[in-house]
């Protein structure tokens, strides 16, 4: 495992807490410093949709948690004010996807991030996604 920013492991840390959404899809975390989070997760029987893919809000909601620990990660609280996703290839049960979220543009108020999600094993490029987050002037911890 990559070491950790410390601070921006703590943020993570209280966040995952209680972030039940995340907890359900199994993430774990690879490395967290600040504007950057990388997790996996293994795609579940329980994640599929009628067609045996991962379910497309599953996987948003994937590549929103890596966006929110990225956004999170300087220790101010960000929400999310936009986000948009570009499905590339579907991802089957077994399959463990990484995302790497990075900061793009970060100024006081706003923060915009991109979010690769890609097959584990062979690096093969599933989903982008692009969010834009406010910064807020509260503390995460």
């Not at 999170?72 to 948009?84: K, P």
């Not at 570009?86 to 100024?107: C, D, M, P």
């Amino acid at each position: 495992m990559t070491p950790h920013n410390s601070k921006a492991l703590a943020v993570f840390e209280k966040m995952f807490e209680q972030d039940f959404c995340s907890q359900w899809m199994g993430l774990e975390l690879i490395e967290i410093q600040e504007g950057f989070c990388k997790i996996k997760m293994t795609v579940r029987q329980e994640m599929l949709n009628g067609y045996g893919i991962l379910h497309g809000g599953i996987a948003y909601a994937f590549a929103d948690s890596a966006f929110a620990f990225a956004s999170n990660s300087y220790g101010r609280v960000a929400v999310s004010i936009n986000g948009s996703m570009h499905y590339a290839k579907s991802a089957l049960e077994g399959q463990t996807l990484i995302a790497e979220a990075q900061a793009i543009n970060v100024n006081h108020k706003l923060a915009d991030f991109d979010v690769k999600v890609f097959e584990q094993e062979s690096g093969e490029n599933f989903y982008n996604f692009r969010g834009t987050v406010y910064r807020k002037t509260d503390q995460v911890i």
